[in-house]
């Protein structure tokens, strides 16, 4: 079915690129309207008095909600029109920034925040099935990272913006700002992704057609030993979004409690994160290139990388402000390589199911479960027992990662060779 369903894929390379860059500009929307809040709850602790688990119960919905939504919006994704999704995706998730700044408690925010996690939920099980449609394999792999390099600039701009905004005029502004950026992206996206994808079906109806023959012709069942390949891919998953959340949420105030920092130096800190997450999303496509073809061989790698850099973490970095940011850097990127692959590359190796938008919905729902966990139970955790107990869980969640890939490689050779 693949080389079939690749063969019918074209327009030309522009068309392919703006629809890559139009992508990626959605995602880049996504973590705008997603990350402000984290971005400045070190700074709403610090002013407007609130404790650190009431603040982060938010954030908690939001990853909650976002897990959730996930396998709903999968479903809906492999039957519903996917740009409609998305428009709605990015215009409830503008209003509910917008409703941010008039909260007067952290309850309200919580109960704003969890919408706006459903509301995110809506935008990528539908992004991958359009890539997957639309795109050859190759080309859906540039695709994907592409997609993460739009998160990252997405993460790199609130982390910059958040100190500006604070300093002008306080948190609330950083609101106002992401909200009109997702909204005039939304209605761009819906005027322009119709005519492109008419373009790059060629605008001749026989080839959609096809495409449901050759589906309808070649779906598979997913069997127990998929269930079992799955199962164990979807625990290290949960241990990814763990660590890369975790440490995106907390590193802020990890800094400054540790260096005792103010507020915008300790979030200036972490636009270290993303930039470095650039460069590990490179490095993981060129290493399952040349290096490990196998996704979860390749999988075990960056995750054993992460674990190292944790454990250095661990044990040497409350002496030393350079080694502390260098680490976490290292871990996230490495968090961002990890889903790259289980989350972004994976899925496509499922178009012959006929469920790739549930199945990418259902493993990204995953990384969820471990966020809410670790952005909410680690406030619990460093308000009990301090940084080095948190730091100790980053590095059993890594190990557990780690572990997990490894004994998948085999499943996952045997399900690739397949199909």
Known sequence: MSSVTQNIKGGSRRDIRTLMLLCAVVY??????????????????????FTRAGASAAVTALFIAYGAGQIISGYLGDRMAPEKMI?????VS?????????????????????????AQSMMWPPLVRIMAELLSEEDYKKAAIRVNWGSSMGTIVIYLLAPICITISGWRLLFVFTASIATLVAFIWIRSYGPLRARLLGGVQKKTVRVGVVHAQAVRKLDRPIFILLGIMMIAIVMQGSLRDGITTWMPSLIAETFDLGSS???????????????????????????FPNELQCAAAIFGTGFAALTLLRLFGGSSFVLSVAMLTV?????????????????????????????SGVLNSCTYVGSALSTYGLALVTDAFGWDATMTIWVAAAL???????????????YVDSI
């Open 28 to 49: 880049f929307c996504s973590y705008l309207t997603r990350l402000g809040y984290a971005a400045v709850m070190v700074e709403m602790i610090a002013s407007e008095g």
């Open 87 to 91: 428009f709605g995706g990015l215009l």
């Open 400 to 414: 557990i990662g780690t572990l997990c890939c490894l004994l998948n490689i085999r499943r996952w050779k045997h």
């Open 265 to 291: 130096i300790s979030i200036l800190t972490s636009v270290a994160l993303p930039i470095f997450t650039i460069c590990a999303l490179q490095a993981m496509a060129w290493l399952n290139k040349h290096v």
């Open 94 to 118: 503008s209003g509910m920034n917008l409703l941010i700044p008039l909260c007067p408690t952290t309850g309200w925010m919580t109960l704003v925040w969890c919408v706006n996690g459903f």
């Open 331 to 359: 871990g996230c990127g490495c968090m961002h390589g990890v889903n790259q692959i289980l989350i972004c590359t994976v899925p496509k190796f499922f178009e012959n199911t006929g469920k790739i938008s549930l199945i």
